[in-house]
């Protein structure tokens, strides 16, 4: 017996990554699961991954309209939702407070913190009583990483919707948390590197920052957010799941 079975859940962002390796968790512990995600050959790879218990939506959370079309076919389908991991998210231009334009720092905020918003909001009449929502926050909004300031402050942001959510949705037994990732070797992550040749380079400096001393598989944080999204965590609100190696509770040498 899987730990999801009978529930369905939206994993934005779920066609590659963190999310689509919560996609695939989700699918063995016998959820329903439906991806969302901007490219179509992403989402269709994801979705062959997945197999039957799963459908691919494409859809950007930072678009109002692409939100209502999402939801529009999740009503359709006829299950509602128990469970949502609004994940969609990520990039930063690497750049310190001197070199932050206006539309690296809206882009940011459109998808981190308007598109994590809104998500949550069209999702709610969808949504089962007693469900649960989890959010994507990072290690980076518990740090000062120079060159990620409009990441991290957005990441911050979302997470203080999450506690603010989770008063407001009590009242109907929705549980609202955050995971928090460290460095995780995502395409995301690898994005970073400005060229092939930096990739490991970068990975090998963010395992340094880390306790455990390397970078998380996406499978590590799948595990935490399904245990977020699940029974097992029962008696968590508007709280927040470090899975980041110990990374963001230590000092270690970078
Ligand atoms: N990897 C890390 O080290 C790390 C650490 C802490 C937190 N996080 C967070 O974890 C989440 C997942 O990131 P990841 O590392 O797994 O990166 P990833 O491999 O790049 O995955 C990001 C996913 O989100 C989708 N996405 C991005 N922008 C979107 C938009 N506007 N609308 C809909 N879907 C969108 C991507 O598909 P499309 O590009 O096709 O839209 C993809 O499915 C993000 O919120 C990120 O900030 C990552």
């Given amino acids: 017996m899987g730990q999801l079975d009978g529930r369905t859940a939206l994993v934005t962002?779920?066609?590659?990554?963190?999310?689509?390796?919560?996609?695939?968790?989700?699918?063995?512990?016998?959820?329903?699961?439906?991806?969302?995600?901007?490219?179509?050959?992403e989402l269709d790879a994801a979705a062959a991954l997945l197999g039957d218990k799963a459908t691919a939506v494409r859809s950007d959370v930072s678009r109002l309209d692409d939100l209502d079309r999402l939801f529009a076919r999740i009503r359709d389908g006829g299950t509602g939702l128990d469970i949502v991991f609004a994940n969609a998210g990520g990039g930063s231009a690497l750049a310190t407070i001197d070199a932050l334009t206006p539309e690296n720092f809206d882009r940011t905020f459109a998808i981190n913190v308007r598109g994590t918003v809104f998500t949550v909001q069209k999702a709610l009449p969808l949504l089962a009583d007693g469900g649960s929502i989890v959010i994507?926050?990072?290690s980076s909004a518990s740090r000062?990483?120079?060159?990620?300031?409009?990441?991290?402050?957005?990441?911050?942001?979302?997470?203080?919707?999450?506690?603010?959510?989770?008063?407001?949705?009590?009242?109907?037994?929705?549980?609202?948390?955050?995971?928090?990732?460290?460095?995780?070797?995502?395409?995301?992550?690898?994005g970073i590197a400005q060229e092939p040749g930096h990739v490991q380079p970068l990975l090998d400096a963010m395992a340094g920052t880390v306790p455990l001393g390397r970078v998380a598989q996406p499978a590590e944080i799948a595990a935490a957010v399904l245990?977020?999204?699940?029974?097992?965590?029962?008696?968590?609100?508007?709280?927040?799941?470090f899975a980041d190696g110990g990374e963001v509770q230590t000092f270690a040498a970078a």
């Fill in 136 to 138: 994507t926050g990072s």
């Fill in 13 to 41: 962002g779920g066609s590659t990554g963190i999310g689509l390796a919560t996609a695939q968790r989700f699918v063995a512990e016998g959820a329903r699961v439906w991806i969302t995600g901007r490219r179509q050959a």
């Fill in 144 to 190: 000062g990483n120079a060159g990620f300031g409009d990441y991290s402050a957005s990441k911050a942001a979302i997470r203080q919707f999450a506690r603010t959510w989770a008063t407001e949705l009590a009242p109907r037994r929705i549980r609202v948390n955050v995971i928090v990732p460290g460095p995780t070797d995502t395409p995301g992550l690898r």
């Fill in 227 to 241: 245990f977020l999204a699940s029974d097992q965590s029962s008696y968590m609100t508007g709280s927040e799941l």
